[in-house]
């Protein structure tokens, strides 16, 4: 699915407003990129949103140490307009058969020494991307630095989380480009990044399609807090003969435009596997978050075994240590009994990228060189392994996404499905190595282990979550905490029950107790028993960032509605279903009870002509709705 963004047959000469711009299909979106001569050189673009300016002369460009783009640039010519159209099928993710459309132009710059730098665009009905071309001068040519940079003036709202390796951190509200910069952190911003403009119109930023070769890039405004430039991760990265970069992305339009949007697959490179039946998303059983070094002890595996055979969830993961299993038997006996008992087991590993050395847990330099991995991988489809977790790794710089990939490519091989923890964020890959599952980059469930920060911060992180993270690919949150770790959550049981349902993931871990699950209503125990890792549909009903969400999602004729305040008051969330196609009429209601950790459970059915509901949530409460 790449495109030679330097070819310019079919290019005209750019001298009219007209024919230098770029509406997305439905008309609502529309590109201007001016010539230069209005701009002293500089390359820049302008959207436009249903006639209104939302980004006003972001920058274009890019160094390298042999040929400069940032200025004295001329628009040499403009491709004709194309229609790009696209279909395909998910295994994970919002919908299992995604279907886009956009209109495509590229822009071809000659700086003061006749080289040229290629910006293809392509505009859809939720947003816009682009993506660099050039052609290296010299075998040894690098990357200095990328010149693109998105306006955001002070006044409008934004949720950015500040930029480190493994993305957890949070998204708190702000006005301006300086007011959440925690102390001792540079100005460095992590995709995705979400911005309101006037209107309730939203842009999302982030990224896509990193290939072999490239590095992933982050947000930086320490020059000007209004101006936000991305920057790559990897200094001097070496360009290829005909080099591209990344596509990058801007989601735009209404809250339900960002959260339904599968831009982030729509551009990223088709599924490379010619058979995908092996790979089946689903629940795991998983023993880590109530006991954190649970997978040394042979009796704690079994136990979380035994609870994915009694909720029939298809999978149990066995965390890190396993290699210092004990206490009755060892991994080899944890596999065998798992298998027996008809759960496909997955593993733990670390990376060995970051963290190494003393106290590092194991097993480790197990997947690192080529050889090695394929003999661990070969291994772990020997014993009857389904899937592998990794753990730990050391950012976005080129020699880490190399190794994504590695990981990737060689599991495949094997039939092994993959989780990429403490990690980047998702990039499309999901489409390309549809065995990737899930990967985390979120402050999720797992810190209520090592600090009190989550307790109070749980409810409104949780409904952010939806319009940021989560937007961008399956999210490793392991949602639904029912009884307390380390540190106590203060969010209530309808809440916890609706976050598998409103967070996605191809591998949703289950992270409670076996005797948690157990003492669960019946009717809550069996809707997780049967709740779906994949969705067919999905849809915002209501919601806004840090306050509320409710969202729903589809397998087959049901419809699964997930809501959650994130507030400290008592809400009233309302919502309309005339965006459910196909309702059923049968219905079951899961909502807060008198206090937090009860719940108040109702079956009824859908009258006739119901086209909202409304209901009341408990401070940092929910519900969850099941129609069929």
């Known amino acids: 699915m790449a495109l030679s963004v330097l070819t310019l047959a079919g290019s005209v000469s750019c001298y009219s407003e007209e024919s230098r711009g770029v509406s997305s299909p439905d008309g609502k979106l529309h590109l201007i990129v001016p010539t230069t001569g209005e701009n002293d050189g500089k390359a820049c673009f302008t959207v436009e949103y249903n006639n209104r300016c939302i980004l006003s002369q972001a920058r274009l460009g890019m160094n390298t140490d042999q040929q400069s783009f940032a200025g004295d640039l001329k628009l040499k010519s403009v491709s004709e307009a194309k229609s790009v159209k696209d279909d395909y099928e998910m295994l994970t993710g919002k919908r299992s058969h995604c279907t886009n459309e956009a209109f495509e132009r590229t822009y071809n710059f000659a700086n003061s020494r006749g080289q040229e730098l290629a910006v293809t665009f392509r505009v859809y009905n939720d947003g816009i991307a682009f993506k660099y071309g050039i052609k290296a001068v ?87 807090p209004n101006e936000y430039q991305v920057r790559p991760a990897t200094d001097n990265l070496p360009l290829k003969e005909t080099w591209e970069s990344p596509w990058r992305l801007l989601v735009i339009g209404s809250l339900a435009d960002i959260v339904e949007s599968t831009l982030v697959t729509d551009v990223s490179e088709p599924c490379k596997l010619a058979d995908t039946d092996w790979i089946k998303p689903g629940a795991v059983s998983w023993g880590y978050w109530a006991y954190n070094n649970g997978s040394k002890d042979f009796k704690i595996v079994k136990d979380y075994i035994d609870l994915a055979v009694k909720m029939q969830w298809p999978y149990s993961l066995i965390d890190w240590k396993w290699n210092e299993m004990e206490n009755g038997g060892d991994v080899h006996d944890a596999l065998q009994y798992a298998l027996k008992k008809g759960i496909k087991p997955l593993l733990w590993y670390n990376s060995c990228t970051a963290w190494v050395g003393n106290g590092a847990p194991g097993p480790m330099d197990r997947l690192n060189k080529k050889e090695n991995r394929e003999k661990e991988y070969q291994w772990l489809a020997e014993q009857g392994v389904t899937g592998v977790k990794i753990d730990f790794f050391a950012g976005d710089k080129v020699e880490t996404m190399d190794y994504y990939l590695d990981l990737l490519e060689d599991a495949a091989k094997y039939k092994l499905m993959v989780n990429l923890h403490g990690a980047t964020i998702p990039r499309g890959w999901q489409r390309t190595y549809p065995h990737l599952m899930t990967m985390e980059a979120v402050y999720g469930a797992e810190w209520y282990n090592n600090t009190p920060r989550l307790t109070p911060l749980a409810a409104r992180h949780n409904a952010t979550l939806p319009f940021t993270r989560n937007v961008v690919g399956s999210m490793d949150y392991t949602p639904g905490t029912f009884s307390d770790s380390q540190h106590p959550h203060i969010t209530s049981h309808g809440h916890e029950l609706a976050l598998p349902v409103i967070f996605e993931s191809g591998w949703q871990h289950m992270p409670d107790r076996p005797s948690v699950y157990e003492a669960l209503p019946k009717e809550a125990g069996k809707l997780l028993s049967q709740l779906p890792a994949a969705w067919d549909d999905t849809k915002l009903l209501s919601g806004y960032p840090g306050e509320s969400v409710v969202l729903a999602r589809r397998k087959g004729n049901v419809w699964y509605i997930g809501g959650i305040n994130g507030t400290d008051d008592k809400q009233t969330l309302t919502f309309t279903l005339n965006a459910l196609p196909g309702l059923g009429k049968k219905i079951v209601i899961f909502r807060d009870g008198s206090e937090e950790r009860q719940l108040d459970i109702k079956r009824s059915r859908l009258s006739k002509g119901r086209t909202s509901m409304s209901i009341d949530c408990l401070p940092r409460g929910g519900f969850v709705v099941v129609i069929e």
């Open 138 to 224: 010299s075998a040894d040519e690098r990357l200095l630095n990328e010149v693109t940079t998105y306006p955001i003036p002070a006044g409008n709202k934004r949720w950015f989380q500040q930029y480190s390796k493994d993305y957890e951190g949070f998204y708190p509200l702000a006005v301006d480009g300086t007011s959440t910069v925690e102390k001792k952190r540079t100005y460095c911003w992590g995709y995705p990044a979400l911005v309101e403009f006037r209107d309730s119109v939203f842009m999302l930023i982030t990224e896509a399609d990193i290939l072999r070769g490239h590095c992933a890039s982050f947000l930086y405004n320490g020059i000007d």
